[in-house]
């Protein structure tokens, strides 16, 4: 979500204003889902055209320096994995779809610039450009017309980026919202609000390692922690962070007296902050609770039950049973429930229903893996496959 590589000459208000004028109003958002719910807007059009400063069109800082567009951001690469769909935010005609750089990146680097994109020419000479896309989900070509809404790619971490999104530019170079520091009135059929206060996006307890690589891949939820974990982590993230903001995480035993805290001021400004906290499993059994705290106002809790269960066995839970042989695995008495594969970094690499009583999976190709069943969308039991 970094600055891009500049492809057009900057032209003057006057211009880029004259040619918004007929989309005023019009465009709808590029990437289908619910705002706040799916996806949030994170960066914004730098409108400081001075070095080192930065200013978005409602007067803030919601950009980065040389930003040319707008982030809609996913929450995890996970979501991403799933498929969530790049549209067109007008109709128009395809003029450029470039589709085969690498999609996960979680690394800025200006020089990979837009990645995969796709760019539409409109009526009246306006373009729009929806980048960092995923390889190979291009669903349109050179020449194709597409209508309103229309679908165009899947949304990627490729190029410049470091998080699942799709960075939208108008050009000639224009802010699409309308602010008191914005030139133009909003392009938008419904403009998003503007968004400054702190505020959780996601958050959840895991027993995966507690590093941002396995955290952004949104690792598996840990309802229940058996002896065979050696540590939980619990973590969020969070959109309107300022540089003297405070926050705490406080981790409270069965009896909700204070076990364990960790607090600390976040010291930068960020509208997609990552922050974590984690602990050796404790020895006592019982339900433990994590509370966020951001200047002493309680945003959230979440609870988890540490047992004495070592793990998942050859017997199962309950009537459920797995059995491992070579490549496969035999699940009996699981029908209607669901069986999900991740690697090593915590990712979801597939799901699999299970649709009889006695089923044959085969393995995922990858050394090492976690697998869990699921009964209605709840973890019953996990276990590792090495």
């Not at 085969?100 to 306006?126: C, I, Q």
């Not at 020449?143 to 998080?163: F, P, Q, R, W």
């Not at 520091?181 to 938008?188: E, K």
């Amino acid at each position: 979500m970094n600055r891009l590589f500049v492809l057009f000459v900057l032209l003057s208000a006057s211009v880029y204003t004259a040619a918004a004028q007929p989309y005023r109003g019009k465009l709808i958002l590029p990437i289908r889902g619910v705002l706040d719910k799916d996806f949030v807007v994170v960066n914004h059009v730098d409108h400081d055209v001075n070095a080192n400063a930065i200013r978005d069109h409602g007067c803030g800082r919601q950009t980065y320096d040389g930003h040319q567009g707008t982030d809609f951001v996913l929450k995890s690469f996970r979501q991403m994995d799933s498929g969530v769909t790049v549209v067109a935010a007008a109709a128009g005609v395809v003029t450029a779809v470039v589709d085969t750089f690498p999609d996960r990146n979680k690394v800025s680097v200006v020089s990979r610039g837009y990645g995969n994109y796709v760019a539409l020419l409109h009526p009246n000479g306006l373009a729009t450009y929806y980048a960092h896309n995923r390889r190979g989900s291009a669903v349109v070509a050179v020449g194709d017309t597409v209508d309103v809404g229309e679908a165009l790619a899947l949304v990627g971490s490729s190029g410049n980026s470091e998080d699942p999104h799709v960075h939208f530019e108008v050009w000639q170079l224009v802010d699409p919202f309308e602010g008191g520091c914005s030139p133009s009135p909003t392009l938008w059929q419904d403009q998003p609000p503007y968004q400054t206060q702190l505020r959780v996006i996601d958050a959840d307890v895991t027993t995966w390692p507690p590093s941002l690589d396995t955290i952004c891949e949104r690792p598996p939820t840990a309802t229940v922690v058996k002896q065979a974990d050696s540590s939980i982590t619990f973590w969020t993230l969070l959109q309107g962070v300022n540089p003297t903001d405070r926050l705490r995480i406080v981790w409270l035993d069965p009896e909700l007296s204070e076990w364990f805290t960790y607090e600390a001021e976040t010291g930068i400004t960020s509208n997609y902050f990552y922050w974590w906290s984690w602990i050796n499993r404790p020895e006592r059994n019982g339900t433990w609770t994590c509370v966020l705290y951001a200047n002493d106002t309680e945003l959230l809790r979440k609870s988890f039950v540490v047992s004495d269960v070592v793990g998942i066995s050859n017997s199962g839970v309950g009537d459920v049973s797995v059995t491992r042989h070579g490549d496969m695995l035999r699940i009996r008495n699981a029908a209607t429930m669901s069986i999900e594969f991740f690697d090593a970094r915590g990712r979801s690499i597939r799901t699999t229903p299970i649709t009889d009583n006695d089923t044959a999976i085969i393995l995922p190709d990858t050394r090492f893996m976690v697998f869990q069943i699921l009964d209605n969308g709840k973890p019953i039991y996990r276990s590792v496959i090495h």
